[in-house]
């Protein structure tokens, strides 16, 4: 069971990262009407919201700038950032080198109980599956902005 957790993580990661190097700069940073946020703000969200559930970011991880939970949490937006705003290409690259790390975790490690239920979930693997099932939410999100920004250029 846990061999399929990581091979859903690497094929969700995969697609994420396949559809970003395919995106036309000039759709990163529109919001689009209808949507409360940018595909950057998106890129942002799911690289923290991962290193969140498997690191435990921002307290047990430094591999994330602590600004990233100011920056891409849930409930803020691009129209609040103030400062330095890390490009889509260097987020692109910390995801590539999250994956890396979350291949790294032993697969034991899956089993093991959470300190208490967090978002339903009770053990790390679920809590892993559950980190898959937002990371493909929220490439729906960017493939959907993606779509309705470029019908409007037309």
């Not at 923290?48 to 937006?77: C, D, H, I, R, W």
């Not at 300190?115 to 892993?128: D, I, K, M, N, R």
Request: hydrophobic share 40%; aromatic share 10%; net charge negative.
């Amino acid at each position: 069971m846990s061999e399929l957790v990581f091979k859903s993580f690497n094929l969700t990661r995969s697609s994420l990262l396949k559809n970003l190097e395919a995106l036309d700069e000039a759709v990163v940073d529109v919001q689009p009407k209808g949507f409360n946020n940018t595909i950057h703000w998106h890129v942002g969200h799911i690289l923290t919201v991962a290193e969140q559930f498997m690191f435990g970011f921002p307290k047990k991880s430094t591999n994330l700038p602590a600004q990233y939970m100011e920056l891409f949490a849930t409930g803020t937006k691009p129209a609040d950032w103030d400062g330095d705003v890390p490009s889509l290409n260097e987020l692109i690259g910390q995801l590539k080198e999250q994956i890396n790390r979350i291949n790294e975790i032993p697969e034991g490690s899956l089993s093991e109980k959470l300190p208490a239920p967090f978002l339903g979930q009770e053990t790390f693997g679920e809590l892993a599956n559950f980190a898959i099932f937002h990371e493909s939410t929220h490439l729906g999100q960017i493939q959907s902005m993606k779509r309705v920004i470029e019908a409007a250029r037309i």
